[in-house]
């Protein structure tokens, strides 16, 4: 049985350029750093010799990081999911404390969104949510709870 959450992960092109969008744009902190080169027969990742990168990101007091991965070798195929609705098609979900001005820092930054924040009035209190793309493609949801 699933006892929890540990984290998610994400391969990456410039491992560099992600983590200072997840750690300077988003706030998160660079939680470890590893350099990892799997033996020939293989390892978990089923990649024989395969040289990683990988930048733990989240927040300090909280359970579930962002693995950023970065193929030295073999490199990454030059391929992307189109879209939302694709099949095996993913996204990163944060919750945010004030997503107005979040967007509003992130489209300074040339992040451009999928919809401006979408409000809705709950029984809790109003509420925010909006799509994104990282600068790699990858899709990114902010939501605001309830205040």
Known sequence: M??????SGVVVKDIDKMVEFYRDALGLTVMREVDSIAPAE???????????????????????VLELVHYVEPKSPEVHRADRNELGAAHICFDVDD??????ELVERG?????????????AGLSGICYFRDPEGNFVELIQPPK
Not at 99 to 104: A, D, P, V
């Open 111 to 123: 992040i451009e969104f999928v919809t401006p924040p979408i409000w809705v009035e709950t029984s």
């Open 2 to 7: 699933v006892i929890g959450f540990n984290h």
């Open 42 to 64: 293989g390892n978990h990742t089923g990649i024989p010799g395969a040289h990683r990168t990988l930048v733990f990101v989240g927040k300090p007091e909280g359970e579930h």
């Open 99 to 104: 997503l107005k001005t979040l967007h509003e």
